[in-house]
């Protein structure tokens, strides 16, 4: 299985900060690399799809970037309704992996 | 309007059998392009990836967990229905049921609710 490492583990911000989050495979996963947001108490929400993809309705603050083994979430301007926990996944092999989370707080 | 719903036991017990269903609508479970995938998610840990099922009856397993489960589908109902055996306290989660919208990019565009799994005597 595809091991996938995200980095840091928690990250505490401001409102309006740039934030980015960095996730790595242990191996290529070309540019098969989805990225979700999840609340507390509620399902995950995808954010961007196939590395750079920005899915339909998520807010164009977010952005996704990288192939092969490093990618990176940004967030260009933190908003309050964006602290919440982001995991990477790639979809280049079965089974599909998530990373463990980056909890992202309000400084 | 796409929904799923999970459904199934909340409580179950040491060495039991859970099933869960989850139902769909919104779109069909006989789209070529499309599947259903479980996920679960213990407290307060990261997500972890379990089975999905295709149209044409496709399945594919979690590596750990693959002598556990059985994923099957009844197009007709809309539903698709998780079985993992020989439950053990460390399988309590929350379990989600997803789509997966497009076979190639395989990522998750739509999520059930949730449904909380505790195993315990």
């Known amino acids: 299985d595809i091991q996938m490492t995200q980095s840091p583990s928690s990250l505490s911000a401001s409102v309006g900060d740039r934030v980015t989050i960095t996730c790595r495979a242990s191996q290529s996963v070309r540019s098969y690399l989805n990225w979700y947001q999840q609340k507390p108490g509620k399902a995950p929400k995808l954010l961007i799809y196939?590395?750079?993809s920005l899915q339909s309705g998520v807010p164009s603050r977010f952005s996704g970037s990288g192939s092969g083994t490093d990618f990176t979430l940004t967030i260009s301007s933190l908003q309050p309704e964006d602290f919440a926990t982001y995991y990477c996944q790639q979809s280049d092999s079965i089974p599909p992996t998530f990373g463990q989370g980056t909890k992202l707080e309000i400084k | 309007q796409v929904t799923l719903k999970e459904s199934g036991p909340v409580l179950v017990k040491p060495t039991e059998t859970l099933t869960l269903t989850c139902t769909v609508s919104?779109?069909?479970?006989?789209?070529?392009?499309?599947?259903v995938t479980w996920i679960r998610q213990p407290p307060g840990k990261a997500l972890e990836w379990l089975a999905h099922i295709f149209s044409n009856d496709e399945k594919s397993y979690s590596t750990s967990l693959r002598s556990r489960l059985t994923i099957s589908k009844d197009t007709s109902k809309s539903q698709v229905v998780l079985t993992m055996t020989n439950m053990d306290p460390v399988d309590t989660a929350t379990y989600y049921c997803?789509?997966?919208?497009?076979?190639?990019?395989?990522?998750?565009?739509?999520w059930g609710q949730g449904a909380l799994v505790t195993v315990s005597s």
């Open positions: 997803a789509r997966i919208w497009d076979r190639e990019k395989y990522s998750f565009d739509y």
């Open positions: 196939v590395a750079s």
């Open positions: 919104g779109f069909s479970l006989s789209n070529a392009r499309m599947a």
